[in-house]
């Protein structure tokens, strides 16, 4: 991955940054692959500018 | 209220200052000295600017006599993260990079505060290039923390954090994209107020991460973060992203009462493995508010190690894209800690990277549904009090690479969700450290949360109380 970005780095640091990184992609795990397919990046700023009422 | 200049809150020294009880150049030569005092033990500072800021406060005390008032700060000396950019100034954004980076452009957040008639006392100290949790820094030193300097201040706001605990600056502007702001307020006990991402423009503010950096006072009082934010907040031709969203009376929201406020508290995560003095400080501080008339309920949130999860993708991968050229030409010039952080950025494929984007809509949706029925959540900023500087440092033995995930567990999901969030100092370990909650609200509701931390500390004290100069 760090070869293809096109920043050199050796075996060491791309086991740590596995185990660094790693949980956080277990962590996601559960939603990856499973968003519908009309979903955009911008439906966040319309979940912002709701307005929620108690 | 202090009649020592030095000592004031902010909203207090301005108005002191507005009605000529007390000059600019008696306030800034009172910050001056404690600020030579303290500096040697916090290292709070990045660069102190002691005869320009003597000689703005004569200019300022000049047109005051002459009825010139440039506006609610006139005359007020500050200082903040030095990552806010100042055209013709060098701004190190904490790094050797950008050492003798000087700006050609002033950030909007800073030139609205300038142009409230605030002036320059130098610059604070922060994590290079603002990214950490703690308040070390390769290059410059660690920060220390005003109620025990062998213990962090929290970062990236270190300096902020620091410096205002100390009463070195009557506020400062820090960033929060992943606890920046609360991690240093709880740490130090400052107040610290993360605001709704878009509602304070960024430009001219370094960059980490677009999608969740945020800019945001840290200040004595929840009284003097309102007088910030209502100068700060608004649309901004420079910053696009910069939100059009109505702005509420921030100032005069710090006058409401808790009664008829619901606040919930979390049933899980925030409440859970807590160290035992952060436990007593919630139920303490929950207590209160119950006692002033707050309604407490609990409350069911979504999966928030998903909402951490995704902000640390999000955070990595857009932090190493704008760092990918230094790292490339010059990696040898970034500490070891935050150049081992962006390459975790390195792997981050762009589909996943797109997904956590595209599932902040439905996550913010979906917390708003499950907090529809309160105006704020409390939660601690951090399961922990301050640790020591060595414990935290990651060649600080085997637990160091877990605390340091620990820090911030608290803070990140509020950034992927873009929510605000104040921190109030809410009490004291029995070793002396200070102990923070934050108040996280909804959507661009700053108020009611600056409505909450006002009461709260109309009542209790713990922002009154004053750090020990080190012998």
Redesign the interface.
Known sequence: ??QI?????DDE?AT???N??G??????A????T?PFD????????????K??? | MSTEPALMTLTEVARAIAMKQVSSHEVTRALLHRIAQWQPHLNAFMSIESEAALKAAEAADAELAKGEVRGPLHGVPLAHKDMYYDAGKVSTCGSLIRRDFVATTTSTALQRLKDAGQIRLGTLHLAEFAYGPTGHNAHYGPVRNPWNVAHITGGSSSGSGSAVAARLTYAALGSDTGGSIRMPAHFCGATGLKTTWSRVSRAGAMPLSQSLDTVGPLARTAEDCALLLALMAGPDPEDSTASHEPLSDYVAATKGSLKGLKIGVPASFYVDDLDGEVARVLDETIAVLKREGADIVKVELPDQRQLQAASQLVLAAEAAAFHKRWMIERPQDYGPQVLMRLQNGLAVPAITYLEAMRWRGPALAAHNAATAGVDAVIAPASPVPAPTIEESDVGGGPNAPALLQRLTLFTRPVNFLGLPSLTVPSGFTKSGLPVGMQLIGRSFDEATLLTIGAAFQRVTDYHDRLPKLPS
């Open positions: 991955m760090a970005a096109g920043v050199a780095v640091i740590r940054i596995s660094s990184i949980p956080a992609f277990e962590g996601f559960a939603i990856a692959g968003l979903l955009e990046p911008s439906s966040y700023v319309l979940a912002q500018n709701q929620v009422s108690k």
